[in-house]
T-cell receptor, first 113, second 114 residues
């Protein structure tokens, strides 16, 4: 069974803090993704990575950065958290071998106060 | 740019009734098509997918979907709704390029009334 884990289910941070969200997958998938999910807006892609140290911007990269130093781990960084980054963050991974079906983690609900 | 439209952000059915969730995509080349389900406070999980071959695909929990190329549609159905089907459903389109980046619809919340 593919497992995608995220470091926290719930997180509360203050405005201006640097925030790290970690995602780990155990199926040797080459692709990894970070989304944010907000009511009425569906899933919006923040960044994705198709290989170690490779990354590409998604639809809403502003205010975020990512790091992928190892194949299994993909980190999302909020350089200076703001209240409009309060959201549910979902990590996913996929493989070309399985037609890119995505496996999702349980999500991190981040509140920035 | 590829896009996915899910008609109806909220669908309500009675228990035992037919479930029909609509999905249309814009594409000039054959895509991979997916339906995902999300239960409250959880991540998304795959319900079913179409890649090639038979256009009617069956998934988990009694759901199925039919790929209709001429209509660029991939509607999700289930003959008889169960209370446990209440969730949010997302249609997604992926192409076998660009690291498999998917475009998701905005989601449809399914309510099942007793």
């Amino acid at each position: 069974d593919v497992k995608v884990t995220q470091s926290s289910r719930y997180l509360v941070k203050r405005t201006g803090e640097k925030v790290f969200l970690e995602c780990v997958q155990d199926m040797d998938h080459e692709n990894m993704f970070w989304y944010r999910q907000d009511p009425g807006l569906g899933l919006r892609l923040i960044y994705f990575s198709y290989d170690v140290k490779m990354k590409e911007k998604g639809d809403i990269p502003e205010g975020y950065s990512v790091s992928r130093e190892k194949k299994e781990r993909f980190s999302l960084i909020l350089e200076s958290a703001s209240t409009n980054q309060t959201s549910m963050y979902l990590c996913a991974s996929s493989s070309t071998d399985r037609a890119h079906e995505q496996y999702f983690g349980p999500g991190t609900r981040l509140t920035v106060t | 740019a590829q896009s996915v439209t899910q008609l109806g952000s909220h669908v309500s059915v009675s228990e035992g009734a037919l479930v029909l969730l609509r999905c249309n995509y814009s594409s000039s080349v054959p895509p991979y098509l997916f339906w995902y389900v999300q239960y409250p406070n959880q991540g998304l999980q795959l319900l079913l997918k179409y890649t090639t071959g038979a256009t009617l695909v069956k998934g988990i929990n009694g759901f199925e979907a039919e790929f209709k190329k001429s209509e660029t549609s991939f509607h999700l159905t289930k003959p008889s709704a169960h209370m446990s089907d209440a969730a949010e459903y997302f249609c997604a389109v992926t192409y076998n390029t660009n690291a498999g980046k998917s475009t998701f619809g905005d989601g449809t919340t399914l309510t099942v009334k007793p």
